[in-house]
């Protein structure tokens, strides 16, 4: 896939399907966007997506969280690694992978459980791995830029024998680096490989795993709004200040994945398909943060700390049958399925004391030195989910109907330590989707869809209580449009969602409470085009209108993080002739409007304006590159959660990258 334009893909159906086809949003980032636009996170990587946000909480935030689609936080239940999602737990989740890894990410808006079972209301993202190609190639990189940052990566593979029947593919990436942060580092190890069978026509399994080692500091502050969101008495909080205990701070994962896709053909109709992964990982969390002022005036800032070690261990497997027939004047693409998934993790936590608990925020004095104390958590969870699902796509000549269905059985069991208590739930549900679409012959497809969501929650409450299954419905309301002779897609949605059981975080805790109902509605507009000049564009805009609807105390309330309009706008261009031939520019500009900064919409946190750039020269097989993100250096606060939980966005970051290919 070259250029920013996908034509297809299989998220949605879980077919090979066109997306101009497609009756429900989706986005796909390419590896072309992610390298023209220079981003190292899958975080960074969505920041071009209508109505989607991967890094919610700041570029400070290590730990690579805040997923938001469409207004509500996808962080826990929204991953998904080549369409099996991989879990996480109340401390630990795998959004931090990094997007070398991935062929392209896509993000798939709205409830999606008629055929993915337990998923979020607001949608997913697929990571989508790289794969073995039956074409020898290579590409090595170097980089290096701000915050200390050092780079190398490599990706190559191709045929292991004459016959073309085994491929390989190898990527990898090391790093050492820092953040913006004092002493907060950003070191990582990544390796992926995979090997491609093809021992007839018919038959394809691919064996693929990934490793991750990440050795990195405490990115999240929480600040207060007073020096940050607004001046205390004349004064701003530093963006590089760090409250923490610098010989004590760190956020160090593992992460381990290993499975295999296997398809084979019965007949030219008839296709089995196979999916299955285990993942694993395990995450030390040691950290002071901030606890609101004691003194606001001077300056002084509470620190609470803790230390943390979690493991969590997740199966999937989906099976999949596929099958083309026509019965009278209607053509079918049918697929019936069923999948498994066995998820544990153990998350235990002390509580840490240093001798030092206050700091001044406009002149640390740091502490070196701490206690580890009392247990405050030992909480452990096992789940296991099946699920039945069917989909029917029916085609009339241009008129097409999507109607898919799922039944889920579920098992949830929360053993707590401190408790010594052991407590199971049982769940069920039926979802359902059912689309309508017509695609002109000039490129215009108007479509209407509905679907449902169902979320056996994974997180636990405050002493290990169990939570009720989250669940959602949208009506979705849209227009694509590909030009003929264009390399281009745009789509236009309308969606009205509904959220029951939501769950949410208060602030500084990984305990999760219910508050009830919130509703969603708005408009997206996305536009994505590579013409053969050389000049890519990406344009996006969402009005998110979220509100809870049913909660104790915040009825029609606003959500904190969620901007009621996000806009974004990238471009560039590559000379194709003459003598700068190869030379490349280009540069996005990104619009965050303002959110409310608590759940009582008692203060805002003022909207962004931020600049990017990209400047690069090609020739043969080399591409020398400079990206800058937030060209101008602004400082600005990326979210609130409270008056004390404040974390500031990522200021001016430029990476220059050497890479040969052959």
């Known amino acids: 896939m070259r250029g920013f334009v996908a034509t297809r893909s299989g998220t949605a159906t879980k077919t090979d399907t066109p997306l101009i086809e497609t009756p429900q949003s989706i986005s796909v980032i390419t590896t072309d966007q992610v390298r023209n636009q220079g981003a190292v996170s899958i975080g960074e990587a969505l920041r071009y997506t209508a109505g989607v946000s991967g890094d919610v909480n700041g570029g400070s935030d290590t730990r690579f969280g805040g997923l938001q689609i469409r207004g509500f936080d996808m962080t826990m239940p929204g991953l998904y690694i080549d369409g099996l999602r991989i879990p996480s737990s109340n401390y630990v989740h795998f ?49 290096g830029g701000s915050f200390n940052r050092y780079q190398g990566q490599f990706d190559m593979g191709g045929p292991a024998n004459k016959e073309g029947t085994v491929l390989w593919r190898l990527t990898g990436v090391v790093r050492d680096g820092e953040t913006q942060v004092d002493f907060s580092k950003d070191n990582r190890v990544f390796i992926a490989p995979a090997v491609t069978f093809k021992p007839n026509d018919d038959t394809t399994i691919t064996v693929l795993a990934n490793y991750q080692k990440d050795r990195a500091g405490w990115g999240l502050q929480f600040l207060p709004a007073s020096g940050t969101v607004w001046p205390n008495n004349g004064r701003t909080i ?23 896709q296997l398809s084979h053909n019965f007949t030219d109709n008839v296709t089995f398909r196979q999916n299955l992964r285990y993942a694993y990982q395990h995450n030390e ?12 005036a001077a300056g002084q800032l509470a620190r609470y700390g803790s230390t943390s070690n979690s493991y969590i261990n997740s199966f999937a497997v989906d099976n999949q049958l596929q099958g083309k027939f026509t019965t009278g004047i209607l053509s079918h693409t049918t697929l019936v399925g069923v999948d498994y998934r066995n998820t544990t993790f153990r998350d235990t936590a002390f509580s840490v004391t240093t001798s030092a608990p206050e700091i001044n925020v406009f002149n640390p004095v740091y502490s070196y030195d701490w206690t580890v104390g009392a247990m405050s958590d030992d909480t452990g969870v096992k789940q296991s989910q099946v699920g039945l699902y069917a989909q029917d796509q029916i085609k009339l000549g241009r008129l097409s109907f999507q109607l898919g269905g799922r039944q889920d059985f579920v098992t949830t069991q929360v053993d707590s ?86 769950v949410t975080y208060a602030p500084g805790s990984v305990f999760a409470e219910q508050t009830g109902q919130v509703k969603s509605r708005g408009i997206e507009l996305e536009g994505t085009m590579s013409l053969a000049d050389g000049w890519n564009l990406r344009a996006a805009y969402a009005y998110v209108d979220a509100v809870v609807t049913q909660d104790p105390v915040n009825v029609g309330k606003a959500p904190v993080t969620v901007p009621l309009n996000r806009a974004s706008l990238w471009s560039d261009y590559t000379l194709q002739n003459g003598l700068l031939a190869g030379l490349q520019f280009g540069g996005g500009i990104r619009y965050v409007g303002t959110t409310w900064g608590d759940d009582a919409n008692t203060f805002k ?9 990209l400047l690069a020269y090609s020739r043969d097989n080399w591409r020398l590159s400079l990206n800058v993100t937030n060209l101008a250096d602004t400082r600005y606060v990326a979210a609130c959660y409270s008056l004390s939980g404040c974390f500031y966005a990522e200021g001016r970051k430029a990476i220059g990258k050497l890479t040969y290919r052959w």
Not at 112 to 129: D, K
Not at 238 to 260: K, L, M, Q, R, W
Not at 285 to 296: A, L, Q
Not at 605 to 613: F, I, M
């Open 285 to 296: 969390e040691k950290v002071f943060y901030g606890g609101g002022y004691t003194n606001e």
């Open 605 to 613: 946190v003022g909207s962004s304006t931020v600049l990017d750039a």
């Open 417 to 502: 330590g401190l408790a010594n208590t052991s407590v199971s739930k049982d769940a069920s549900a039926f979802t359902g989707r059912a689309a309508v679409m017509y695609n002109f012959d000039n490129g215009i497809a108007p479509y209407f869809s509905y679907s449902e969501s169902f979320l056996p929650v994974l997180a636990t409450g405050l002493g290990g209580q169990m939570l009720n299954p989250e669940t959602g419905v949208q009506y979705e309301v849209g227009v694509k449009y590909q030009p003929l002779g264009w390399n281009a897609l745009f789509t236009l949605a309308a969606f009205d969602l509904t959220r029951d059981n939501v």
């Open 95 to 143: 959004n931090g992978l990094d997007p070398y890894g991935a062929e392209r990410l896509e993000v798939l808006k709205g409830p999606s459980s008629a055929m993915y079972g337990g998923s979020g209301t607001g949608g997913l993202l697929n990571y989508v791995t790289k794969l073995p190609t039956a074409q020898q190639f290579g590409e090595v990189s170097v980089s």
């Open 238 to 260: 530093p963006v590089s200040f760090f409250a923490g205990v610098p010989s004590f701070d760190a956020f160090n994962t593992e992460i381990a994945t290993i499975g295999y």
